[in-house]
């Protein structure tokens, strides 16, 4: 089970896990929330570490927060709920959208602060590159319960029940607010800041699943582990896009044991 640390200390900005010495913060994807990593929680040690998971302005806990829904934005949020818990240094995870999220920390941390970072099935600083037909078929997903299925179910390479992506397609929209998605949106889909990011020296694991139709391994090497000089990359077996859902246990033991390392 996620527990919550003090109200005071991590509302409306997520949920907490563990009580470890090291301090890991968890960004989400587009149709996410903090709330969907329960079962990767049942494999992490509560003793190992302490594991924030975030909630961006708009969704989660913090749907009704109002703000410019932008991940610059969200890096300061971040940041700030980093300095009330009284952390110094920590560990990032990102997955899908939130690989913009943890470079945007990554920048707007004091250097060395940021210990280790984890990008799964992650958006690399490029941005997804879209064209505005593709943009306009996401956007459609922020009301439309139908077409966000539909991206599910694509993006899980066409394999997963027809009960989990109508499920995930109606919590996901059920925690996030329209506007919010969609200005989101335009920042992961369109805003390159690469260059910013080239040569940063912090290690970082890349998750790729096996069945990811997008954010391929050949993209990644192309983007994260071109940028990033001491990137490595690992491909996640029977996992598409949504790897804490569909093998949550193996995603526990892949990542704590590359946060663990020296």
């Known amino acids: 089970m996620m527990r919550a640390a003090s109200a005071t200390q991590i509302a409306p900005f997520g949920h907490a896990f563990g009580h470890g010495a090291r301090k890991v913060m968890v960004f989400g994807g587009a149709f996410g929330h903090a709330g969907d990593w329960r079962a990767f929680c049942d494999g992490l040690d509560p003793d190992a570490a302490t594991w924030v998971f975030f909630d961006y302005r708009g969704y989660g806990r913090a749907r009704r927060v109002a703000g410019a829904f932008t991940f610059e934005e969200a890096a300061v949020d971040a940041l700030e709920l980093a300095a009330a818990l009284g952390w110094g240094r920590f560990s990032l995870v990102g997955h899908s959208m939130g690989g913009i999220a943890i470079q945007r920390v990554l920048l707007a941390a004091a250097p060395g602060r940021i210990e280790r970072m984890v990008a799964l099935t992650a958006v690399p600083a ?46 996901s929209a059920a925690c996030t607010d329209p506007a919010a ?82």
Request: with cysteine; hydrophobic share 45%; glycine share 6%.
């Open 181 to 262: 998605f969609s200005a989101y949106l335009r920042d992961w889909g369109t805003v390159d800041f690469s260059e910013r990011v080239c040569g940063n020296p912090v290690p970082i694991n890349v998750l790729v699943g096996a069945h990811e139709q997008t954010l391929t391994r050949e993209l990644m090497a192309r983007t994260w582990l071109a940028w990033y000089p001491n990137a490595s990359m690992e491909v996640l077996d029977g996992c598409g896009h949504y790897p804490m859902a569909e093998a949550p246990l193996a995603l526990a033991a892949c990542v704590g044991n590359f946060l663990q390392q020296p």
């Open 126 to 171: 490029c941005s997804a590159r879209m064209d505005p037909q593709r943009l306009a078929m996401f956007d459609k997903a922020a009301t439309d319960l139908a077409q966000r299925q539909f991206i599910l179910d694509f993006s899980t390479g066409r394999r997963l029940p027809a009960i989990w992506l109508q499920r995930q397609a109606r919590e």
